[in-house]
């Protein structure tokens, strides 16, 4: 693994020199080209005799007509519009605040500017090599959340069992509710034929009980009536009995006479009558 260092992008382009030497009579394109530099090849020899101020001087012009010449390496970034008060951007996720420009701070800004230029003039960043630490920490960040995403999925999968469960036990819990409802519907029915009943029969006992009440009392006033018959029967007969005693004892005695024998002595008879009411 390598990480690239970035390096942060300037809003502003970078504010080029007031003053621009002119650039030498004697010169080509090609010798530009081939005196600049190239940031993927070798360097150049350098010159080890004493430059005089002449050769600095004639090299920067030089120099400066070939980059005016060339394609910029990096495109202009469009200017920032004026905005009062301050505001906060985002570059390669490096926070900066943006304040109005003073005298102070534009001398500032430039000198910032052409150093981040050069910075992006330079070579491209170096991949730097990392130790294989950060590698055993993503792997295992990677298997934890390997192993996470299981125990979710797990979970989610048990959830779903649960509620699953949930749900036929809802479905039963109403299919026997309704089959409840429907019993005790008719339950309702069943006791509402035995309460008719139940009137029907209470009813027809008081009938039958009045009709019973009169019949017995019908009953007892004929026996009374057949024991009040029965005692004047028996009262009658008592008195047929005893006329017929003293006509046969008169009889007797009359036969008696006509033989001339002494009368015998009078048999009593004692007999008791109890009458009861029913």
């Known amino acids: 693994m390598a990480i690239v260092q970035t390096l942060p992008v300037p809003l502003e ?22 005196g600049r530099p190239c940031p993927g090849g070798p360097a150049p020899s350098r010159h080890h005799g004493p430059p005089g101020p002449t050769f600095f001087r004639q090299q920067d012009g030089l120099l400066r007509g070939g980059y005016e010449a060339q394609e ?4 202009a ?18 926070f900066r605040t943006e ?15 052409r ?13 730097i090599p990392v130790s294989g630490k950060l590698e055993k920490v993503y792997e295992d960040r990677q298997r934890h959340w390997q192993r996470g995403r299981e125990d979710g999925a797990a979970q989610a999968q048990r959830a779903q069992r649960a509620q699953q469960l949930l749900q036929l036990q809802v479905f039963q819990l109403q299919q026997e509710k309704r089959q409840l409802q429907d019993d005790f519907a008719q339950l309702l029915q069943e006791r509402e034929q035995l309460e008719r009943r139940c009137e ?25 009536q057949l024991q ?9 007969n008592r008195q047929l009995e005893q006329e017929l005693q003293r006509l046969s004892l008169e009889l007797e005695a009359r036969e008696l006479a006509d033989l001339g024998l002494a009368e015998p002595a009078p048999c009593i008879c004692l007999e008791e009558i109890t009458a009861t009411e029913i």
């Open 13 to 34: 382009p970078a504010p080029e020199a007031t003053t621009t030497p002119p650039a030498p009579a004697m010169g080509s394109v090609s010798s530009l080209i081939s």
């Open 72 to 75: 910029p390496l990096c495109p």
């Open 77 to 94: 970034v469009p200017p920032r519009k004026a905005v009062p008060g301050t505001t906060f951007t985002y570059i390669n996720e490096d």
């Open 99 to 113: 304040s109005p420009s003073t005298p102070s701070s534009d001398m500032e800004d430039a000198r910032e500017q």
């Open 115 to 127: 150093a981040r230029n050069a910075h992006l003039r330079g070579p491209p960043p170096k991949l």
């Open 200 to 224: 029907e029969q209470r009813d027809g006992f008081e009938g039958e009980r009045l009709a019973w009440q009169a019949e017995k009392e019908q009953v007892i006033r004929y026996q009374k």
């Open 228 to 236: 009040h018959n029965y005692i004047q029967m028996y009262r009658r």
